[in-house]
T-cell receptor, first 118, second 113 residues
Framework: EPEVTQTPSHQVTQMGQEVILRCVPI?????FYWYRQILGQKVEFLVS????????KSEIFDDQFSVERPDGSNFTLKIRSTKLEDSAMYFC????????????????FGSGTRLTVV | KQEVTQIPAALSVPEGENLVLNCSFT??????LQWFRQDPGKGLTSLLL?????REQTSGRLNASLDKSSGRSTLYIAASQPGDSATYLC????????????FGQGTELSVKP
C-alpha cells in the first residue's frame, strides 16, 4: 500500500532556530497538506498545497511558516524561528481529488514528526 | 463555525464486546467523513472513508455509518480485541472548506484481556 513518508521522526531544536520538516507524498496524489497536533489537543489544519502554490492556510500558518515542493517528490514545511509553542506532532498528508466529478479519495497521513522546541 | 465532536472521550471494555463510537458534526453539507486510528505517539491510519452519498462502509470487523441529516456518524467495532486499543478520530471534509479536514478530539479505547 502506498505511504506518505516523513523525516525525521523526532527533532529537538533550540528556540529561535529554523527547522525543516520533510515529506514524500504518494506519487500520484496532487494535493498536499500539513497538520499539527499539540499534545492532548485536536489535530488541526495548517496549510494545503496544490499546483505548486498554497491553496488554503489557517490562522496558525503565519509568516514564520512556509511550504515548498522543491522537486517532483518532496514537500517541506519550514519554521523560520521556532517558539516553545511550536512543539507538536506535525503530520503531512496527501490526497487524490477528482474535481471533475467532485470525488475525494480520502487523505493518507504520514507517521508524523515530533518537534520539541527547548 | 463548523465543528466535529466525539463521544465518549474514553471507553474501556472487556475483550469480545461489540462497541459503538460516536461522531457528530454541525453542518450536513459535507463531501465525506473519514475514521482514523491513532496509536500513542504515532501517525494517523485511515480506517474507513464514507462519501456523502453513502450510508455506510465496512472493513472487516469495522462498520461506519453516516446520517448527514442528523449530523452523525458511528463506528461499530465487532468482537473487540486488545489490539484494537487506540484513539479513534473522526474527520469531516465540509463542502465549503476546500480540502481542510476538521477533526474531532477522538475517543480513547482500551480493550482489556
Amino acid at each position: 500500500e502506498p505511504e506518505v513518508t516523513q523525516t525525521p521522526s523526532h527533532q529537538v531544536t533550540q528556540m529561535g532556530q529554523e527547522v525543516i520538516l520533510r515529506c514524500v507524498p504518494i506519487s500520484n496524489h496532487l494535493y498536499f497538506y500539513w497538520y499539527r497536533q499539540i499534545l492532548g489537543q485536536k489535530v488541526e489544519f495548517l496549510v494545503s498545497f496544490y499546483n505548486n502554490e498554497i491553496s488554503e492556510k489557517s490562522e496558525i500558518f503565519d509568516d514564520q511558516f512556509s511550504v515548498e515542493r522543491p522537486d517532483g517528490s518532496n514537500f517541506t514545511l519550514k519554521i523560520r524561528s521556532t517558539k516553545l509553542e511550536d512543539s507538536a506532532m506535525y503530520f503531512c498528508a496527501s490526497s487524490l481529488i477528482d474535481r471533475a466529478f467532485f470525488y475525494d479519495y480520502g487523505y493518507t497521513f504520514g507517521s508524523g514528526t515530533r518537534l520539541t522546541v527547548v | 463555525k463548523q465543528e466535529v465532536t466525539q463521544i465518549p472521550a474514553a471507553l474501556s471494555v472487556p475483550e469480545g464486546e461489540n462497541l459503538v463510537l460516536n461522531c457528530s458534526f454541525t453542518d450536513s453539507a459535507i463531501y465525506n467523513l473519514q475514521w482514523f486510528r491513532q496509536d500513542p505517539g504515532k501517525g494517523l491510519t485511515s480506517l474507513l472513508l464514507i462519501q456523502s452519498s453513502q450510508r455506510e462502509q465496512t472493513s472487516g470487523r469495522l462498520n461506519a455509518s453516516l446520517d448527514k441529516s442528523s449530523g452523525r456518524s458511528t463506528l461499530y467495532i465487532a468482537a473487540s480485541q486488545p489490539g484494537d486499543s487506540a484513539t479513534y478520530l473522526c474527520a469531516v471534509l465540509f463542502s465549503n472548506q476546500g480540502g481542510k479536514l476538521i477533526f474531532g478530539q477522538g475517543t480513547e479505547l482500551s480493550v482489556k484481556p
